[in-house]
């Protein structure tokens, strides 16, 4: 648990720094002005804040990973309670399930997306 527990250290210390670069870059490219053609800006703006979101989203994954091990939670499938293989915390240090739980909650994600597009479907037809 210690190496995994390195990984995400690093892992959350290169997307802090990561942050704040493109917080940094964000507030120099405004200052620009009419300097730079402003739809190509907007465009790379709202790339960096899209990025930013996923960022965000990685940095949170990776202090609820590190909470859990501080909780003795870490390792532990959250659907069975089943101990997660640590070949696959090793592969996907941020997983909360194991290998059989994850699979079962994809297919019945997978099961309902195409359940929704099926009723999506046969509405648009029934009105026309």
Do not use: H, W
């Amino acid at each position: 648990m210690e190496e995994i527990k390195r990984l995400l250290l690093e892992e959350k210390a290169a997307l802090l720094g990561d942050i704040r670069e493109k917080t940094g870059k964000n507030k120099i490219n405004s200052d620009i002005g009419d300097a730079i053609d402003s739809s190509v800006e907007e465009q790379e703006r709202e790339l960096d804040l899209l990025l930013q979101d996923r960022e965000q989203a990685r940095l949170k994954g990776i202090e609820n990973a590190l909470q859990r091990m501080e909780s003795d939670d870490f390792g532990y499938c959250e659907e069975c309670g089943e101990d997660i293989s640590k070949k696959r915390l090793l592969a996907v240090p941020l997983t909360r399930m194991c290998i059989n739980c994850q699979s079962t909650e994809e297919r019945s994600r997978l099961a309902q997306n195409a359940f929704s597009r099926a009723d999506y479907s046969s509405q648009v037809l029934s009105d026309e």
